[in-house]
């Protein structure tokens, strides 16, 4: 077992417990921190894949601005777990009930599937270093991405305008 | 794993009655489906690497466009969340069954 696949299990199975514990914790800010700590995992996960770029961009704009964005939404209303609202507990089984069916499904449905060209070697091939990543963003997708720079456009409009009414 | 996480994400929204811890279920999601992604640029790179170069660029890439797509909606979706707790005092979900009437 090399120190690959050691990192590999740990990151999993972090990535796998802070999920259930986003979920479960009763402080959405304490949810916030264990979600950080998802997409921190996420990111290694990426290293280890060699996707350095979307590495970076992952841990940049997800666990900087958008988790900032989530705790300045919480501080804006002031909330904490008294105030949290509360299904009643046949709810909170059935939605137990229903991913974890959906979870057996999919991995039965994935069990037999040919996974013979999986031997994903790591540390080897450069397709996720920035050099190779815009060259191709830039000539064969340069259509989506202005689309999306007028996506953003267009949400930030939204936001500005969802924000100002009262 | 990623199948996991995605799951734990649909328990997620189903489970929670708070409009932001369902937001983050989702993001959750998006994110499980992006490391799938990620998985299966790097094993198509391993299977055509020796004729394509740049094979499997296309994954990230969708990775990328993915995580446009998701900080847009983010920024659309806490600015409602934060509209509706104006309206309301309060961020749950069940409250806007009165949308019905």
Same mark, same amino acid.
């Given at each position: 077992?090399?120190?690959?696949?050691?990192?590999?299990?740990?990151?999993?199975?972090?990535?796998?417990?802070?999920?259930?514990?986003?979920?479960?914790?009763?402080? $959405?800010?304490?949810?916030?921190?264990?979600?950080?700590?998802?997409?921190?995992?996420?990111?290694?996960?990426?290293?280890? =894949?060699?996707?350095?770029? /979307?590495?970076?961009?992952?841990?940049?704009?997800?666990?900087?601005?958008?988790?900032?964005?989530? =705790?300045?939404?919480?501080?804006?209303?002031?909330?904490?777990?008294?105030?949290? $609202?509360?299904?009643?507990?046949?709810?909170?089984? *059935?939605?137990?009930?229903?991913?974890?069916? /959906? =979870?057996?499904?999919?991995?039965?449905?994935?069990?037999?599937?040919?996974?013979? *060209?999986?031997?994903?070697?790591?540390?080897?091939?450069?397709?996720?270093?920035?050099?190779?990543?815009?060259?191709? =963003?830039?000539?064969?997708?340069?259509? $989506?991405?202005?689309?999306?720079?007028?996506?953003?456009?267009?949400?930030?409009?939204?936001?500005?305008?969802?924000?100002?009414?009262? | 794993?990623?199948?996991?996480?995605?799951?734990?994400?649909?328990?997620?929204?189903?489970? %929670? %009655? &708070?409009?932001?811890?369902?937001?983050?279920?989702?993001? !959750?999601?998006? +994110?499980?489906?992006?490391?799938?992604?990620?998985? #299966?640029?790097?094993? @198509?790179? @391993?299977?055509?690497?020796?004729? &394509?170069? +740049?094979?499997?660029?296309?994954?990230?890439?969708?990775?990328?466009?993915?995580?446009?797509?998701?900080?847009?909606?983010?920024?659309?979706?806490?600015?409602?969340?934060?509209?509706?707790? %104006? +309206?309301? @005092?309060?961020?749950?979900? +069940? #409250? !806007?069954? %009165?949308?019905? @009437?």
């Amino acid at each position: 077992m090399g120190i690959t696949q050691v990192l590999f299990w740990f990151l999993s199975i972090l990535a796998i417990l802070s999920a259930i514990l986003v979920v479960v914790s009763k402080n $959405p800010v304490h949810s916030v921190l264990w979600l950080i700590v998802v997409f921190v995992a996420i990111s290694g996960h990426y290293i280890l =894949l060699d996707a350095q770029f /979307l590495a970076i961009v992952n841990l940049i704009v997800y666990a900087g601005a958008i988790m900032v964005l989530f =705790l300045f939404v919480f501080m804006l209303m002031n909330l904490n777990a008294d105030t949290e $609202p509360q299904k009643n507990r046949w709810l909170k089984i *059935a939605g137990v009930v229903t991913g974890g069916a /959906l =979870l057996l499904v999919l991995v039965a449905a994935l069990k037999k599937a040919d996974m013979k *060209a999986q031997l994903a070697e790591m540390g080897h091939g450069n397709i996720g270093l920035i050099h190779n990543l815009g060259a191709v =963003l830039f000539s064969d997708y340069v259509v $989506p991405f202005e689309l999306s720079s007028a996506l953003f456009l267009s949400a930030m409009v939204g936001v500005v305008v969802i924000g100002k009414k009262d | 794993m990623s199948i996991a996480l995605f799951c734990i994400g649909v328990a997620g929204v189903l489970t %929670r %009655r &708070n409009a932001i811890i369902i937001f983050m279920c989702i993001e !959750l999601m998006l +994110n499980a489906v992006n490391l799938l992604l990620v998985a #299966f640029s790097k094993m @198509h790179y @391993h299977a055509l690497a020796a004729t &394509n170069p +740049n094979a499997g660029i296309d994954g990230q890439l969708f990775v990328f466009f993915i995580m446009v797509v998701a900080a847009a909606e983010v920024s659309v979706g806490l600015a409602i969340i934060v509209m509706m707790y %104006r +309206n309301t @005092h309060s961020i749950d979900v +069940n #409250f !806007l069954n %009165r949308l019905k @009437h």
